[in-house]
């Protein structure tokens, strides 16, 4: 599968399921990693229940890809190579370098640009895919997405919005 970005639009020459799912994966267990060692770092026991709830979802979404994963027979002629191609669209790459975040909020800003991008990803995904119940699934996870992304927002309007008085 050929995943580009033109215009400000993920298209894709040739979709195949079982590729996407196999990125969306590495993306949740990304992600899981990535709200793992942010826990390491919070201090404020509000955000780290909220932190440690993201964490639990990505885990939980890795588990229904490989599910609905399973199903698809594997393309063949697949290069790992690819794969890690298309995560480079700004969702989660697996390396974080943490000391160029300065502060909580930086790292919660960068956490919800990953879920804007995630949620990017997955309804192209979405958009993409034939099987309606793959549909439902991905437009279910897009969702909690979504709904991750306004719970860090949320901490950022309430427990940041006061040092830029």
């Known amino acids: 599968m050929n995943i580009f970005k033109t215009e400000g639009k993920i298209s894709s020459v040739d979709f195949h399921p079982w ?3 196999e990125v969306a994966c590495k993306i949740e267990q990304y992600g899981e990693k990535f709200y793992s060692q942010l826990l390491e770092k919070i201090t404020d026991i509000e955000i780290k229940k909220i932190i440690e709830e993201l964490k639990n979802a990505e885990i939980k ?8 994963q399973k199903d698809i027979p ?4 697949i290069e ?3 794969i890690y191609q298309m995560m480079n669209f700004g969702v989660f790459e697996g390396k974080y370098d943490w000391t160029k975040f300065r ?4 790292i919660i800003k960068f956490a919800i640009y990953i879920e804007t991008k995630t949620i990017e990803l997955y309804s192209f995904y979405q958009g993409m ?3 309606e119940t793959t549909k439902i699934s991905l437009e279910k996870i897009t969702n909690e997405e979504k709904t991750h992304k306004s719970f ?11 040092e830029k008085r």
């Open 19 to 21: 590729i996407a799912f």
């Open 61 to 68: 979404h890795y588990k229904m890809f490989k599910n609905m």
């Open 74 to 77: 594997k393309p063949e002629n």
């Open 80 to 82: 790992q190579d690819n």
């Open 103 to 106: 502060e909580i909020k930086d």
């Open 129 to 131: 895919t034939k099987n």
């Open 152 to 162: 860090l927002e949320n901490i950022l309007k309430t427990k940041f919005s006061e």
